[in-house]
């Protein structure tokens, strides 16, 4: 087949590799632009920078929208979401039978620090959502 006219057919912005010389690794000095540069170099300085700020703001971007789309945050939400998670509570604990039930210590109760307990990410789940069996079929009449 042609190569001129299988790039021809092709969708615009596609690249067709017809012969083997195509898809044969070019050498350095084939693939630069001009005398002795190659295409393969690294880039300036400046390239690199103009690069990672486009990026950035791609990123940004991307991000925005996405919170955008999610409704926004709230970072009062967050802050009393973090509040109460480092809430602490002081209590008092007295056995029913003081008397008897004294400690080793001599001290007849004791003050119990209370805190929420921390939540495991990778925990799985407690309970499993399974699947009921079908319903029996009519019966043949």
Known sequence: ADPAALAAAALPGRAVHATYAD???????????????????????EDVDAGLAKTRAA???RAAAQVAAAGGVNPRAIRAAAEENRRVEFVRYVPGDAGAGRHNSGAGGRIVKVVNAAVDPMEPPRFSQKKAPPAPPSPPA
Request: net charge negative; glycine share 20%.
């Open 23 to 45: 898809l044969v690794e070019k050498p350095r000095e084939v693939v630069g632009g001009g005398a002795g540069e190659s295409a393969l170099a690294i880039p300036a300085g």
């Open 59 to 61: 990123v940004e971007a």
